[in-house]
C-alpha cells in the first residue's frame, strides 16, 4: 500500500518466501537466542526487497536487515536502518544497475547538526548539497571525510542526494 495516498497494489515476484527470509536473516548473526521479524517487503530502486529486524530474546532490535526477494545472499545489515540500507545499496549497485552517481569536486561548505543522536553532515559540491549521517559509515570513512576541509577535493556516490559511499584517494 502507497503509504501516502493509501492505493493498494498486488505485486508478483519469483523469490524467497518470508520465512526463508527470516531464516537466512537469523543465520547473519552469530548469535544463540535471536529471532527475526515478519519481513515488510518493500521495493528498493525497482529491487523486491525484505525489511526484516533481528531481535534478542528479551525483544531489543540488534540489527536492521535489507534483504533481496530475489537472492537471499544479496543484502545490508547493521545496528541502525540508515546503515543497513546503505550497505545493501552498495551490495545491490555491484549486482545490478542502480541509480548511484559518483560526484566529484570541491567542497564548498560543510554544516553539521545533531539528528536522533547521531552527527548528520551537509556537504556542499558545486552547489548542490549532499545528507552525510554518521551512523551508516565505519570509523576508516569517517576519519577520512573529517580529514576533509572546505576547499579541499571529494568524491562520493550518491543517491537522491544521500551520500552512500566516500571514495577515498588512492596513493
Do not use: C, H
Not at 49 to 66: A, Q, S
Not at 79 to 103: C, G, H, M, P, Q
Not at 124 to 145: C, H, K, N, P
Amino acid at each position: 500500500m502507497d503509504t501516502k495516498t493509501k492505493e493498494t497494489t498486488l505485486f508478483y515476484f519469483p523469490g524467497a518466501t518470508e520465512y526463508a527470509a527470516m531464516d537466512k536473516a537469523v543465520t547473519l548473526l552469530p548469535q544463540n537466542n535471536i529471532s527475526a521479524s515478519f519481513p515488510i517487503p518493500i521495493n528498493v530502486e525497482g529491487v523486491p526487497t525484505y525489511f526484516i529486524l533481528i531481535k534478542g530474546d528479551d525483544g531489543r532490535i540488534l540489527r536492521n536487515v535489507f534483504m533481496s526477494v530475489e537472492n537471499l545472499e544479496i543484502y545490508g545489515m547493521a545496528e541502525t536502518k540508515t546503515e543497513s540500507y546503505n550497505l545493501y545499496l552498495r551490495a545491490l549497485s555491484s549486482t545490478i544497475d542502480i541509480d548511484l552517481v559518483e560526484v566529484s569536486g570541491t567542497i564548498d561548505s560543510i554544516q553539521s547538526y545533531v539528528s536522533d543522536g547521531n552527527t548528520v553532515y551537509w556537504i556542499e559540491i558545486g552547489g548542490d548539497y549532499y545528507l552525510l549521517d554518521v551512523s551508516a559509515f565505519d570509523i576508516t570513512d569517517m576519519q577520512y571525510f573529517i580529514s576533509k576541509n572546505v576547499g579541499d577535493d571529494l568524491t562520493i556516490r550518491v543517491q537522491n542526494a544521500i551520500i552512500v559511499e566516500i571514495v577515498k584517494d588512492t596513493p
